[in-house]
């Protein structure tokens, strides 16, 4: 696979539980970014990971979101106690952070749904 | 940090009419300016992108300008087809500690009617 897997796809969860999203970048970017989508509106910034430097995590809504990465793979968002606010589709991206071509490819995203 | 302003939220034109799309940001040191398209439930793709070193880029029915010292960037899609109907969102890279970060604006849908 050559693009941007996230899991799982969708997600149905009871309101207060935990929830973890998983995101596997493109083999060899070493940036990779979490964006929340919510029905119709525009991509917003949560977290951004760039190689080993520490992650710009500016665009979390609060402490109840977190994220991890390991190296330059796998990374995981985990929501804690989910409210029905956080019901949207969590989009993660990965690009090479070179000096300019920084094209962010996404994947297709983990519809979140708290009821 | 850098903040990407996108006009308009909404286009509507008619099937052959040009749609201009217009982005503003704050941070000098961008030097990456790309544009997105997403289609209904899918995710967003790349669709052109422009560097600082150039004023402008085309590519068939899309372009692209950008205007460094008024920090504004422009998609411009000549003959739109109801094909590209979808959202569009630009975006600009970041510099300091954040080098690289894209940065969206906040999308613009664009209704092209038969």
């Known amino acids: 696979g050559a693009g941007v897997s996230q899991s799982p796809s969708n997600k149905v969860t009871e309101k207060g539980k935990d929830v973890e999203l998983r995101c596997d970048p493109i083999?060899?970017?070493?940036?990779l970014y979490w964006y929340r989508q919510r029905l119709g509106q525009g991509l917003e910034f949560l977290i951004y990971?760039?190689?080993?430097?520490?992650?710009?995590k500016s665009g979390l809504p609060s402490d109840r979101f977190s994220a991890e990465r390991t190296g330059e793979s796998v990374s995981t968002l985990t929501i804690q106690r989910t409210q029905q606010e956080d019901s949207a589709v969590y989009l993660c991206?990965?690009?090479?952070?070179?000096?300019?071509?920084?094209?962010?490819?996404f994947g297709q995203g983990t519809r979140l749904t708290v009821v | 940090g850098e903040n990407v302003e996108q006009h308009p939220s909404t286009l509507s034109v008619q099937e052959g009419d040009s749609a201009v799309i217009k982005c503003t940001y704050s941070?000098?040191?961008?030097?990456?300016f790309p544009w997105y398209k997403q289609e209904l439930g899918k995710r967003p793709q790349l669709i052109i992108d422009?560097?600082?070193?150039?004023g402008g880029k085309k590519d068939q029915r899309i372009a692209v300008t950008l205007n460094k010292t008024a920090k504004h960037f422009s998609l411009h899609i000549t003959e739109t087809q109801p094909e590209d109907s979808a959202v569009y969102f630009c975006?600009?890279?970041?510099?300091?500690?954040?080098?690289?970060?894209?940065?969206f604006g906040q999308g613009t849908i664009l209704t092209v009617h038969p």
């Open positions: 941070d000098s040191a961008s030097n990456y």
């Open positions: 422009i560097r600082s070193n150039v």
């Open positions: 083999s060899g970017h070493t940036a």
């Open positions: 975006a600009a890279n970041a510099g300091g500690t954040s080098y690289g970060k894209l940065t």
């Open positions: 991206a990965s690009s090479l952070r070179q000096t300019i071509d920084t094209e962010a490819f």
């Open positions: 990971f760039q190689g080993n430097s520490a992650p710009d």
